[in-house]
């Protein structure tokens, strides 16, 4: 009886271990998705507002991120916006994510806004 209990107890402690290191382990790429986002996003606060649209183009290209001029807005005749994204921010399997940039610009060409938003795909 006595080595019955011993190897059960083995059995719960080795269970107890696995499931702390996997919740770690989570925890542990969780952050590293947050602070990838974090840094995507972070590229609207890198061009200053009054920007012109060829200032914020060349910057987009220089970095290698994909965009393009979607010209003026639904919403706003007086509005055009530049759409940019970063791929592949975090996941490279099932699940992938994606930041999306928005620029506007005046009816001068000054960049007047830039909003960044995470996109996810997979199932």
Not at 3 to 30: E, H, K, P
């Amino acid at each position: 009886m006595n080595g019955r209990r011993r190897f059960w107890l083995l059995v719960l402690v080795g269970a107890v271990v696995i499931v702390i290191a996997l919740l770690g382990l989570d925890y542990i790429q969780s952050r590293r998705i947050r602070q990838s986002i974090a840094k995507a996003k972070s590229i609207c606060a890198r061009l200053p507002l009054d920007s012109s649209r060829p200032d914020v183009e060349r910057f987009l290209s220089e970095r290698g991120i994909e965009h393009y001029f979607r010209g003026a807005s639904k919403d706003r005749s007086d509005v055009f916006i530049e759409s940019a994204i970063v791929r592949t921010v975090c996941g490279k399997r099932l699940v992938t994510c994606d930041v999306i940039l928005t620029y506007s610009f005046d009816d001068r060409n000054q960049l007047t806004n830039c909003t960044a938003q995470d996109v996810y795909s997979g199932p």
